[in-house]
Nanobody
Framework: QVQLVESGGGLVQAGGSLRLSCATSVGTFPFSMYSMAWFRQAPGSEREFVAGITSGGSRYYGDSVKGRFTVSRDNAKNTVTLQMNSLKPEDTAVYYC????????????????WGQGTQVTVSS
């Protein structure tokens, strides 16, 4: 059973930065075999794809965060991080880490494993 635990959320002013981390405990397959992704969900909104990184290290981003966010992974530590710069009030949401052995996709339903989420609030 894969377990994901996010950390690093908080309150930040617009223009600031935050770094989210997702610690992963894996089951049968090594962490390196999983594609990892970040999603976010604001109140009243659908869950939105933010960024993803494949097992091979290819990176993908949602249009709203391109150029501001960077996703990376450390297979030795079983972690994935999301560096968020130039934050905007519209980035406010609960951020979720997700894992799947398939490729990165923007569809939440494609991911088998999810963390509990971490709140990010950006004040104007």
């Amino acid at each position: 059973q894969v377990q994901l635990v996010e950390s690093g959320g908080g309150l930040v002013q617009a223009g600031g930065s935050l770094r989210l981390s997702c610690a992963t405990s894996v089951g049968t397959f090594p962490f390196s075999m999983y594609s990892m992704a970040w999603f976010r969900q604001a109140p009243g909104s659908e869950r939105e794809f933010v960024a993803g990184i494949t097992s091979g290290g290819s990176r993908y981003y949602g249009d709203s965060v391109k150029g501001r966010f960077t996703v990376s992974r450390d297979n030795a530590k079983n972690t994935v991080t999301l560096q968020m710069n130039s934050l905007k009030p519209e980035d406010t949401a609960v951020y979720y880490c997700a894992a799947d052995r398939g490729g990165v996709t923007s569809s939440p339903s494609a991911y088998d494993y999810w963390g509990q989420g971490t709140q990010v609030t950006v004040s104007s």
